[in-house]
C-alpha cells in the first residue's frame, strides 16, 4: 500500500513538474515571439522588396532564393535546400477593362479582373448581353436558348450570417471555380462572377478557375468584379435586361516552368525518423504583395524553428520548415513534398500550415485519430492565457493535406476571419493590412503547438 501510494505521488509530482515545464516553455516562446520576432521583418521584404509571387514569375523565383537565404543564415538549423518541382506559369497581361452599356453610348466602367487560369478575350474585347444567375443549377433552367451567344453574371453573395467565413467562402466558390467550364456547355461567350468578399467596396478578387475537360477551342474567358458594381450591375439588369456587358482582357498561358520547395531542417535529438512539418505557401496571387495570403504563413513556419531555437530548446524529432510553391493555381508543391516523402518512406507524425491570414490566433482546427484528438484537447489549458481557444476537427492545410494517413495528425492555424476576405486575393492583401502583434502570436502558438508535438508524440494507435 505505502509503496502504491508512493508511485502514485510520484506520478502526480511528475505530471505537476511537466505541466510547469510546458507552461514556462509556452511563455518563453510567446515572450521572445511579442520582443524579439522576425517574421514581420521577413514579410516586409517579401511583399515590399518582392512583391506578389505567382507561379513561375521572376517574384516567385526571387522569393524562393530569399527564403533560402535567410533560413540559410538562421543559427541551429542543420540543412537548407530547394525541393525541385514544375510549375504552370499563367500571366495577366495588361489591366482588364469592362463597362456596361445601359444605352448605346451611355456606358458606366467596372473594375474586374481575370481569373487565374483564364483565356483572354478576343483582342478587341467582348460585348454582348449579360445574363444573371445566381448558382450552376440556374445554367441548366436557362438553358441553351437564354445563355447562347451571352456573358453569363454570376452574383451569389458569400453568406453573411456564416460566422466562419471560410464556410460562406466555400459556399460560394464553384461559381468562380467551375462557372465558365459550365456556361461554356450552355454556348457562354463569358463569365463574370462577384467577387468572393463580403465587404461592399471596389476590389475584384482572383482566384483559381478550371475548364476541367472543356476542349480548348471552347474555352470561354471569366472574370471577377467587385462586389460594389455587381450590385450595380444587378440593380441596372433588373431595370433593363437588354444592358450590354463590354470586357477585354489579355491573359496567357505558358508552359511549366522549373520551380522550389524551400526547405529547413533541424534533426530531432532522441527520434530523428520522426518528422513534424510546418509550413505555409511562397506563391500568391499577383494583384497584391500577398501578405497575408501567404506571405504570413511563410514568416511564421520560418518564426517557428527560429523561436524554438532562441528559447533554448532541443527539438526530439526532426523539425521542418516547408515553403511551399504554387498552392494557387496547381498544388504542385504540396503534391511534390508528399511524393518525395513518401518515396523515401519518410515518416511524418504531424504536420501543420498557416494558410488563413495573419490576424489574432484564435486556436486550430485538426485532422486525426480520436485518441490523439483526445491528446490536443488535455492541453488547451496551456493556451489559454494566449487567448487560443479552438481547438476542433476540420480542415488543416491544402499543402499538407497530400501527405494525410490514417495515423498522423495534421492541423490548420485558425486565425481570426472576419477581415480575411476583404483582402484575399486581391489588390489590397498588401503589408500595411498584417499587424506585427497579431503576426507573431500565431507564430508563437504554432511554436506551442509544435513544441507539444515533439515533446510527447502523437498516439500511434
Ligand atoms: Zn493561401
Not at 351 to 372: H, I, Q, V
Request: hydrophobic share 35%.
Amino acid at each position: 500500500m505505502k509503496r502504491l501510494l508512493s508511485l502514485v505521488t510520484f506520478f502526480i509530482i511528475s505530471s505537476a513538474i511537466s505541466q510547469n515545464t510546458d507552461e514556462a516553455q509556452l511563455k518563453s516562446i510567446y515572450d521572445t515571439a511579442l520582443t524579439n520576432g522576425k517574421g514581420y521583418d521577413w514579410l516586409n521584404h517579401l511583399s515590399n522588396q518582392i512583391g506578389g509571387r505567382l507561379s513561375g514569375s521572376v517574384q516567385a523565383q526571387q522569393a524562393v532564393d530569399y527564403t533560402k537565404s535567410q533560413l540559410e543564415t538562421l543559427v541551429g538549423l542543420d540543412r537548407v535546400w530547394l525541393q525541385p518541382v514544375m510549375v504552370p506559369k499563367w500571366t495577366r497581361g495588361l489591366p482588364e477593362f469592362a463597362y456596361f452599356e445601359t444605352e448605346p453610348g451611355i456606358t458606366t466602367n467596372v473594375p474586374i479582373c481575370a481569373l487565374g487560369g483564364s483565356v483572354s478575350t478576343p483582342s478587341i474585347g467582348i460585348k454582348t448581353k449579360v445574363v444573371e444567375v445566381k448558382s450552376l443549377d440556374d445554367l441548366a433552367i436557362l438553358g441553351k436558348q437564354r445563355l447562347e451567344g451571352n456573358i453569363v453574371f454570376f452574383n451569389r453573395p458569400m453568406d453573411a450570417t456564416e460566422i466562419t467565413t471560410f464556410t460562406a467562402y466555400s459556399g460560394c466558390v464553384d461559381q468562380r471555380y467551375s462557372g465558365a467550364a459550365e456556361a461554356a456547355k450552355y454556348g457562354a461567350v463569358g463569365v463574370i462572377v462577384r467577387s468572393m468578399n463580403l465587404r461592399q467596396d471596389d476590389f475584384p478578387h482572383t482566384g483559381s478557375m478550371s475548364y476541367g475537360d472543356t476542349p480548348v477551342k471552347d474555352r470561354i474567358p471569366a472574370a471577377a468584379i467587385s462586389t460594389n458594381a455587381a450590385d450595380l450591375l444587378s440593380i441596372s439588369l433588373s431595370l433593363n435586361p437588354d444592358i450590354k456587358f463590354y470586357f477585354k482582357q489579355n491573359c496567357q498561358q505558358y508552359n511549366d516552368v522549373q520551380s522550389y520547395n524551400v526547405i529547413g531542417e533541424i534533426k530531432g535529438t532522441t527520434n530523428p525518423d520522426e518528422i513534424i512539418v510546418v509550413g505555409g505557401h511562397l506563391d500568391s496571387w499577383d494583384l497584391g504583395d500577398g501578405s497575408h495570403d501567404d506571405g504570413v504563413g511563410c514568416v511564421q513556419s520560418m518564426e517557428v524553428l527560429r523561436l524554438l531555437k532562441e528559447t533554448g530548446y532541443k527539438p526530439k524529432r526532426t523539425l521542418r520548415v516547408v515553403l511551399f510553391m504554387n498552392e494557387e493555381n496547381g498544388l504542385r508543391g504540396g503534391n511534390k513534398y508528399a511524393e518525395v516523402a513518401k518515396n523515401k518512406n519518410e515518416k511524418h507524425i504531424f504536420a501543420l500550415e498557416s494558410d488563413a491570414g495573419g490576424f489574432s490566433p484564435r486556436g486550430f482546427t485538426f485532422n486525426c485519430t480520436d485518441a490523439n484528438f483526445e491528446k490536443v484537447q488535455s492541453w488547451k489549458s496551456l493556451f489559454e492565457p494566449y487567448l487560443i481557444h479552438l481547438f476542433d476537427r476540420g480542415f488543416s492545410g491544402a499543402d499538407i493535406r497530400p501527405l494525410n494517413n490514417d495515423k498522423m495528425v495534421l492541423a490548420g492555424l485558425r486565425p481570426d476571419s472576419q477581415r480575411y476576405f476583404d483582402h484575399h486575393h486581391a489588390a489590397n492583401d498588401t503589408f500595411e493590412h498584417v499587424n506585427k502583434r497579431e503576426l507573431q502570436l500565431g507564430a508563437a502558438t504554432m511554436a506551442s503547438l509544435v513544441y507539444l508535438f515533439d515533446n510527447y508524440g502523437i498516439e500511434e494507435n
